[in-house]
Every structure is written in C-alpha cells, then in structure tokens.
C-alpha cells in the first residue's frame, strides 16, 4: 500500500485525507501544515502529524500530495522531488509558465512523477458530454459553452489575494479549460479572447469569460461567475444534427437530435409582438428529444491511476503535455484581459 505524506491540512487538505482514507489505494501516512492548529486538528481526526517539512520528508512515505495554496506549489513541490517522493499536487500546479516548466524538469531529473490533481475530468456532467461526443450522435460540434455559476464571491483569504495566485481563472478556470480542450481532443486551441470580472474583489478576477478558437473553426467558451444568483446550465453544445443540454451537475443531459432538416410546411409562429417561421418550434416529426443515461461515477480513479504509474502499471492519465497545454490557454486568458479582450494566439 503507498503511504502518503500530506501538506496543507485545509479545506482541500483534509479531503485528501478522507479521500485516501477512503480508496483503498494508499494511505496517510504523516501529516504537515505551517498551521499547528491545523496539525491539532489532523492529530485529532486520527492522523499521524509532524512539526517540520524536515520531518515529513524523512519519512518513508513515497508519495507527496501538496495542498496548500498555489503560490507555494513551486517550493513545496521541489523539495519533496528532491527529497525522493512521487507528488500530486492541487491545481493550479504553479502560478507561471516558468515555474510549470521547472517543476516538470526537477522531477525528470529526480526520477520521480508529477501529477497535478486535475480531478474534475472525473465529474459526471463532463463525462456525459464527452461520452456524447466520442459517440458523434450529434455530428460536426459547433460550439461548447461550459459555464460555473455562484453568488457568494471568493471565499476569504489567499484566494483573494493575486500575490498567493488566486482568482477565479486560476481556479475554476484550470478544471474548465481542461475539461473543454479533452472535448475538443484532437483539435488545438488557435486564439483565446478573455474578459475578467471584479465585481467583489479588487486585486484578482473573481470571474471571467473566455472563448477559445479552435483551428478546426469550433468554438468553446467558459465563464465562471461568483456573483450570480440565477445560475445558467452547466454545459450548453451545438452541433450539425442536434443540441444538448446539462442545467446542474445533478441533472442529466438532455439531447435534442434532429432526423430530419427539412420540414414540409412549417406554419409560422405568433411570438411577442410578430410572428415569426424561422424561429418556429419543431416537433417530434424532425427531432428527437431524449436523456443520457448519467455516465459511471469512478471517484478514486485519479489517485488510482497515480499509484498505478508509480507501480509501473499504466500511464499517467493527466500528463506533462495536458497540462502545459491548460496552462498555456490559461496564461493566454491572462493576456488578453490585460489587454481589453483582445484576441491572443496561445
Ligand atoms: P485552505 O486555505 O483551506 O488550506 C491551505 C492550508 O495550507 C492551510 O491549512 C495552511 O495553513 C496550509 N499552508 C499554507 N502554506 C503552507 C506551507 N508552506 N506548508 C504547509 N502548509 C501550508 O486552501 P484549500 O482550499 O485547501 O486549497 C489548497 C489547494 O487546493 C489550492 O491549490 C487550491 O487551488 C486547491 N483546491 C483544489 C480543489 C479541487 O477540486 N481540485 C478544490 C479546492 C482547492
């Protein structure tokens, strides 16, 4: 069984914790946090705790699991490779590309894996539009809006704070615009277009809007909002042949798929003050309206999948390549919303 050395016993932190607990993949070994008070309430809730980063590293753990926030990633990661541990660190994996770049190198050159916990390409609304489009049910996909709505603002502390990284696109966007280049897998993102929101904070976007242009044309789009009362569906997609719909994460996707374009006499519509053919309803003579059965929930197949590499057993599933990639559209976003929306190649 892999024993993990865990720091950061925050929110995150102390889902790891249970999280392990839980898989039956590894266990906790020690548990580390700059916080004693965090380290009371680690020891209180069962867990093994140390008092110093020094400690930790000496312990026989082969994995590390760095949870704590994102402007610390970069030293914490790089002593625990350099001390010999494998490390899955939380998303953001780094601030910048640089740091990306070196955290990737050190681990190369430590022998050692690195993975970042990118963990919502496990989130069944995602699956079930992936699933959709592996099938191709729907043909040439036009456009993908994925979008995350709150109306609590940040949550206080460092995620407020641009010098710890924090802010929205840092946030949700890395599990977003992750999530969105796997849909569009085998197409690559041409240019990004982002504007960000500060409508509750004042040092970091507590929200943003980002349409990426793929090369093969399609279009994806990601918003997240922390001040929005009346959320909009989680994911929206268009294609050649149909539509298809998810309004939250706990609802299934419903698909509209057109068998047949053309209509024999379509009766125009009164709508409002007109009336209207063009935007007239169809019926289920040309469309078929159905739900997708909600794809299988694997919860612990991101750690799963991290033990296997470790044991030489299988692939990464979240690699190098993939990660850069995010970071890269990301980093993109950044420049365009300095730049008042501009169009920006990634
Ligand atoms: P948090 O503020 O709740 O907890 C951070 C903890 O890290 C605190 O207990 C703090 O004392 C500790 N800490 C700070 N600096 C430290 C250091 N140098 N050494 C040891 N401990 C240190 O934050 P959180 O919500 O747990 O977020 C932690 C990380 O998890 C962030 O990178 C965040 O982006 C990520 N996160 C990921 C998900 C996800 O679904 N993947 C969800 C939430 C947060």
Known sequence: MHQVLLIGYGGMGQWHARHVRESGFAQIA????IDPEKRALAAAEGYPVCDTLEQLFGLEGDIC??????????????AALEAGKHVLVEKPIACTMEQVDQMYDTARSCGKLLCVHQNRRWDVDYLAMKGLIRENRLGEVFRIESRIHGSRGIPSGWRNEAEKGGGMLLDWGIHLVDQMLLLFEGDRVDLVQCTVSRHTTSEVDDGFYLTLHMESGAC???EVSTCNFIPLPRFYMTCRKGTAVIEDWRRNAQVAECIAWDEGDVQPERRGAGTTKTMAPRDSLTVRAYELPRPELEPYRLLQNFCNAIDGKEPLLITEDQVKQVFAVLMAAFRSA????ALVKV
Do not use: R
Not at 30 to 33: E, I, N, Q, S, W
Not at 338 to 341: F, H, I, M, Q
């Open 30 to 33: 020690c548990v580390f946090d």
């Open 65 to 78: 699991i760095v949870s704590t926030p994102n402007d610390s990633h970069l030293a914490l990661v790089t």
């Open 220 to 222: 994806g789009y990601v």
């Open 338 to 341: 300095e730049n008042g929306g």
